[in-house]
């Protein structure tokens, strides 16, 4: 039910990652970013805590890998993440953030987040209430997004990171009530530049097109395979 190992990019080479060791590195994160002001507030996250506290091994199925420049993490659950909220939190008034850090070593430091959506990967067609399907996975929500995550310090120095998201939910095609809900999802995280008064701008991990194509892999790794 994951992306095939053979679909990773050039580059990418797997590495050992358990959900225990993901929701707990989720949840130090999220942790530190509590005690943060987000501007506008109306932008705060939401989705990441409850669809964290919810994973289990009982639940999701997780890979990880990395290469030079960057760390993959893909899942697939039956837990529902809320993509609606997601996309609340990165468009329209909230494709440009900006959070102060208030606490802890990074105090001081303002992180500017620009989110740009993409075009998901071509789906067939489905029914009624479902923006399409891939196999026998009928996808209800779906978001792409790339980030360019800018933190400067109290020095006036910036790095810069380059990342990608992308979230979907639905169910394994069946009409029956009890039709298996899923959550599919892909993670880039790129290496942020050295912190520099000209705040370059790292190469991107991978280009809009192969984190498009490579989350249409991991949406393929779910329907093919079904319940």
Known sequence: MLLSPAALPDGFHLVGLT???LTSANAQQLAATASTSVEPEACRPTADEKFNRGMSSENTAVLGATSASAALTTLTSTRTRDVDADLAASTGPCAT???????????GAVITTEHTRLDPPELSSSTAGFRGRVGQFRVRAILLLRNRVTTRIADGSSSVAIGYAAYATGLFTSDAATAAPATVQLVVSGNPSAFDSSAPTPPSPMSDDGFVSLFGKALAGVGDTGR
Do not use: I, L, Y
């Open 19 to 21: 959900v225990s060791e």
């Open 97 to 107: 953030t900006r959070t102060a850090v208030t606490a802890g070593t990074m105090r």
